[in-house]
């Protein structure tokens, strides 16, 4: 079984300042991470995925995250946002092999970029 | 990468009715797909998974009588709502397995309110 705990469920944050979402997860096995963006009444986006090599993973709009397997975390973190940033946020995480690919998604972190 | 079509992006029908949801992948067989319930502002929430030629697998309390899932070919899946009530008001995603370069590819989602 796995899970994923996102700690925040807003975060509310001023443009140009610097945001951090955190993920936690748990797994039986070894993992892919996820973050994906979704804006109202619209599916979701890939920000970025570790699937394994560097931990340190470069996405989409500047967004980066990094997986720290000692932790289980994969915290989402961009250095300065824009107004256009203002959406929700799923953290997910993915098993290999016999888990089979079901993805499981965190409870989702709302941020509102405030001018 | 990926692309998945998603039909109709939203619907309004009235209690006791039935309605089909379709999501297509364009350039490429699926032979998996998933469906999502998300509820407002809250976590997607696998419901179930589509299996070209074979029975869905359903998510634990997912009704299997109520959401019928059909995955017609390898590129079609459908999800029905069978005698839709109000509660069944939601968002539903459909999505695809992962592709090694853009992981998971989500269709854009059928916003439906029954009323």
């Known amino acids: 079984a796995q899970s994923v705990t996102q700690l925040d469920s807003q975060v509310p944050v001023f443009e140009e300042a610097p945001v951090e979402l955190r993920c936690n997860y748990s797994s039986s096995v070894s993992v892919y991470l996820f973050w994906y963006v979704q804006y109202p009444n619209q599916g979701l986006q890939l920000l970025l995925k570790y699937l394994s090599g560097s931990t340190l993973v470069k996405g989409i709009n500047g967004f980066e995250a990094e997986f720290n397997k000692s932790q289980t975390s994969f915290h989402l973190r961009k250095p300065s946002v824009h107004i256009s940033d203002t959406a929700e946020y799923f953290c997910a995480v993915s098993g290999w092999g016999a888990a089979g690919n079901k993805l499981t998604f965190g409870g989702g972190t709302r941020v509102l970029v405030k001018p | ?115």
């Open chain 2, 1 to 115: 990468g990926a692309v998945v079509s998603q039909h109709p992006s939203w619907v309004i029908c009235k209690s006791g009715t039935s309605v089909k949801i379709e999501c297509r992948s364009l350039d490429f067989q699926a032979t998996t797909m998933f469906w999502y319930r998300q509820f407002p502002k809250q976590s997607l929430m696998l419901m179930a998974t589509s299996n070209e030629g074979s029975k869905a697998t359903y998510e634990q309390g997912v009704e299997k009588d109520k959401f019928l899932i059909n995955h017609a070919s390898l590129t079609l899946s459908t999800l029905t709502v069978t005698s839709a009530h109000p509660e069944d008001s939601s968002f539903y995603i459909c999505s695809v397995p992962p592709d090694s370069n853009y992981g998971y590819t989500f269709g854009s989602g059928t916003r439906l309110t029954v009323v």
